[in-house]
């Protein structure tokens, strides 16, 4: 029996004045040549991080933005094409700062969109998964918990 391992990433919901942060990068699971897709700050979890200093890292990595978490939209499970299953945790954030104009490469720019204009690239195919139009829905219906929710033994002064 194989043994199932999925991938633990992190993302932000960065909100401000009713705008959503998303970053337009290179769709990994596409062909070459493939139109760029959007997504909210995200990535893996590295070894040795809390759920929190890991969504901190990527939204600075992948937007340049330091940000301020405030509340856990929840965890996202979802099987992309390529058979791989991602758990999701997904966190709600205001921005704080612009930090740097250096991003992770792969990424062709970040922007702030209306939930009309994040609807209209839903339609056209170009959100990177279902996940991204599922979490801006829940962050627009005030779906956030508190952050002391995440109970984290191994990181328990940095758990919220």
Do not use: C
Not at 51 to 78: F, K, M, P
Not at 95 to 101: I, S
């Amino acid at each position: 029996m194989s043994r199932f391992l999925p991938h633990v990433t992190v993302a932000a919901v960065v909100v401000d004045r009713e705008r959503f942060l998303l970053i337009e990068e290179r769709d990994r699971l596409g062909a070459a040549g493939a139109p760029t897709v959007f997504n909210q700050p995200a990535g893996h979890l590295e070894s040795g991080e809390s759920l929190i200093e890991a969504v901190h890292r990527e939204t600075r990595e992948e937007s340049g933005w330091e940000i301020i978490l405030d509340g856990y939209l929840g965890l996202y499970i979802n099987t992309a094409p390529n058979g791989v299953v991602y758990h999701s945790h997904t966190f709600l954030a205001r921005p704080v700062q612009r930090v740097t104009e250096t991003l992770d490469e792969g990424i062709f720019g970040i922007d702030w969109y209306r939930p009309a204009q994040i609807e209209t690239l839903e339609h056209a195919g170009r959100l990177r998964s279902p996940l991204v139009a599922k979490r801006i829905h829940d962050a627009l219906e005030g779906r956030a918990y508190p952050l002391d929710l995440i109970r984290d033994l191994n990181h328990p002064q940095r758990a919220s």
